[in-house]
């Protein structure tokens, strides 16, 4: 029998319990064993909970019992998470997680730990909630040298562009439908400010490379500057406004990644994502493109997620299922120093100034008379911020060209 002690009894908790348990048959056929939650750790009491019986207080029952052999971290943060992990993998247990902002900060030393105590440290969820991608890259695309990730990786954010694409409505009116459905968090920063899709990237362009990416220097913009004018111009071109992470090497081998707004033509994959749901392009020299597509959060997407690391897990007891990914950084490309193609918006009594700045195309959309979009050449993005600075109040808001 495979026991499995599962650290926080929040939503992803709860429903990697929910999924053992409802669909234990089918979970414990996979697995090869009989599989059955011993523990469930969290600082509260569940005494109405049909799981209740199982919660403690105390992380040292599961650390010290051998019979529990993989532990399910879905705590979250850096601080408990991170030493209960530690803590796991040195007895030996194996630990899946859904804790992206561990595994991008923490990924490489906790990788190491598990190959020395003969276990496995495994993160599916992490990244696209319930869209397999983790596992993919390092089996399925193993043959590959992956020369690009392209990604919409946050469902929040999808939500808020779709819904002021479709509606009309503004930032902040979508921001408040978005919280009260369960989607945002009280405090958004996080998704609209680009940290969480961040974090993803670095851990997918690790996985990429092989060489440690630290989320710390990947350059990262938000959708908050994002405006209804924006869209009306991008549906005017046959377009649209996505929040994409962008992981792709470069000739000379090292990292460009970025997380950012981009304009994405309509016939673009990623063009039709929409709404909650997340997408990843993969690009690999001998394959091509691949995408994985499916709801990307979620309380039971994510925590099938976990499970089936937990159901690898089992299957490979006593050893360490490969993950490579070292702690030797990459080298990142700067993004200044890029090509770029960038739609701008502009006061229509700055047109000659800004046809002066950019070589392009003047593009206007109806029933905008208070403003004109342009589409510049291609060009280094240090140069195009140099003049488009240099326009100040002139400028309404730029956008890059995926």
Avoid at 148 to 162: E, K, P, R
Avoid at 175 to 185: F, I, P, S, T
Avoid at 222 to 235: L, M
Wanted: with cysteine.
């Amino acid at each position: 029998m495979v026991k499995v002690a599962v650290l926080g009894y929040g939503t992803v908790g709860s429903g990697v319990v929910e999924v053992i348990e409802s669909n234990n048959e089918q979970v414990s056929r996979n697995a090869g064993e009989e599989m059955h939650v011993k523990y469930i750790l969290d600082l509260r009491d569940f005494p109405e909970d049909p799981y209740g019986d199982r919660v403690v207080h105390d992380v040292n029952l599961i650390l010290e019992d051998p019979e529990v052999s993989v532990v399910c971290e879905v705590m979250g943060g850096t601080g408990p998470a991170y030493q209960f992990t530690k803590q796991a993998l040195e007895a030996g247990k194996s630990v899946c997680t859904s804790n992206k902002e561990l595994v991008a900060k923490h990924g490489p030393e906790l990788l190491a730990i598990a190959r020395t105590h003969n276990c496995s440290y495994l993160f599916e969820a992490s990244v696209g909630g319930g869209i397999p991608i983790i596992r993919p890259i390092n089996s399925s695309l193993t043959a590959e040298k992956i020369l690009s990730i392209l990604g919409i990786v946050n469902g929040t954010t999808n939500y808020i562009l779709t819904k002021m694409e479709n509606e009309g409505a503004g930032f902040e009116e979508v921001l408040k439908q978005a919280q009260e459905l369960g989607y945002a968090e009280r405090n958004p920063e996080a998704d609209v400010e680009g940290h969480d899709a961040c974090r993803k990237l670095a851990i997918l362009s690790s996985l990429m490379t092989g060489k440690n990416v630290d989320a710390g220097a990947i350059y990262t913009e938000g959708i908050t500057g994002i405006t209804n004018a924006d869209f009306a111009y991008a549906k005017a071109a046959g377009m649209t406004i996505r929040l994409l992470a962008a992981g792709k090497l470069t000739e000379d081998g090292r990292v460009l990644a970025m997380v950012a707004p981009f304009l994405l033509d309509n016939t673009h994959p990623l063009a039709m994502v929409k709404d909650v749901f997340n997408a990843i392009f993969v690009t690999g020299n001998m394959l091509g493109d691949s995408m994985y597509y499916g709801r990307g959060a979620g309380k039971l997407p994510t925590a099938s997620a976990v499970v089936s690391d937990v159901i690898e897990c089992a299957r490979n007891q006593g050893r360490t299922i490969p993950c490579f990914w070292d702690g030797e950084s990459a080298k990142l490309a700067e993004v200044s120093e890029t090509e770029q193609r960038y739609f701008v918006r502009a006061r229509v009594s700055a047109r000659a100034e800004v046809e002066a700045a950019f070589s392009g195309r003047v593009f206007e959309a109806p029933d905008r008379a208070e403003d004109f979009g342009f589409f510049t050449d291609a060009m280094i993005e240090k140069d195009f911020n140099e003049k488009y600075d240099a326009l100040g109040d002139k400028v309404l808001g730029r956008i890059r060209l995926a």
